[in-house]
């Protein structure tokens, strides 16, 4: 919190020896300092949007975009877009990328001591913030917040609990484009990969699917809208179909994001974006 001259005025007064003076009385405001925070970038409408709505906050500053990627691929993460799209998206943002590789499903042992020492490195910057675009996976956060507070950080979640087909309408009606990269073919087929959303795609999700795939139904990259200065171009490529194996460890011992056991024997439909 920082001191702030306001305005000043002046007060006459008359001195000992019978002469008008002046002095000068300055009126302050409390100015509150920012805090650093970093931002958990996946490429997709619920960051794009979160951020949206963190930037406008004058309790934060963003310090950097926080991506991990795969190691062995150089894409991200579960949504599988080239590392090239990822750089272009932090350009026409404005703000540096930290990019945080991951092996081929890694254990949660490695993928925490990854997230560890990373979070360690930002902190050294005077960053103690961390911001997240989750929506209503109360596990999910709570396993966040557990994480962070190991190293004396605060999650901070911009859209937190706001119903998703709100959260969808107001990403639409803001000039947000994306369109979905992967899909879980335990909940959408083919058809669905590759798509723009607007209004015609979420008429036609499945009554079981959330509209804003927070469930892990599907994921998408962001490519316009108020938070980029221009937008990113790309050419649709190839459709692939992945299935992944499931660990020979436990489980609860990788870091694979499910505990459920019939969740590899679904695969996933991916949309390839090819940098232009």
């Known amino acids: 919190m920082n001191l702030k001259a306001k305005s000043q005025s002046y007060k006459p007064f008359i001195n000992k020896q019978n002469e008008i003076c002046k002095f000068t009385v300055l ?6 300092v920012p805090q650093k925070a970093l931002f958990n970038w996946s490429s997709g409408k619920d960051s794009a949007l ?4 963190i930037l406008q906050n004058p309790d934060f500053k963003i310090e950097c975009l926080l991506t991990s990627v795969n190691q062995q691929y150089q894409r991200i993460s579960m949504h599988g ?3 090239e799209l990822l750089k272009a998206q932090a350009e026409s943002i404005g703000i540096p990328l930290k990019i945080m590789e991951i092996p081929e499903m890694p254990t949660m042992e490695v993928y925490e001591n990854v997230m560890t020492k990373t979070l360690l490195e930002i902190k050294n910057k005077g960053i103690t913030h961390s911001i ?11 396993y966040r917040e557990k994480q962070l507070e190991k190293i004396d950080f605060k999650g901070v979640f911009p859209i937190w609990k706001i119903p998703t087909k709100d959260l969808i309408q107001e990403f639409i009606s803001m000039g947000f484009k994306t369109i979905v990269v992967c899909v879980n073919e335990k909940f959408l087929d083919k058809s669905f990969v590759g798509r723009i959303i607007d209004q015609d795609f979420i008429n036609d999700l499945p009554e079981n699917v959330d ?23 790309f050419e649709i490529g190839e459709i692939v179909y992945r299935k992944y194996e499931k660990p020979k460890t436990d489980l609860s011992n990788s870091a694979c994001d499910t505990n459920d056991e019939t969740a590899f024997d679904f695969g996933f439909w991916y949309c390839d974006l090819i940098p232009k």
């Open 27 to 32: 009126k302050y405001q409390i100015v509150s």
């Open 132 to 142: 997240f675009g989750d929506i209503f996976l109360e596990d999910l956060r709570q």
């Open 50 to 53: 979160a951020l949206y709505k």
């Open 211 to 233: 509209v804003c795939g927070e469930n892990g139904e599907f994921h998408t990259f962001a490519f316009d809208g108020p938070i980029f200065s221009k937008p990113i171009d």
């Open 81 to 83: 877009v080239r590392i």
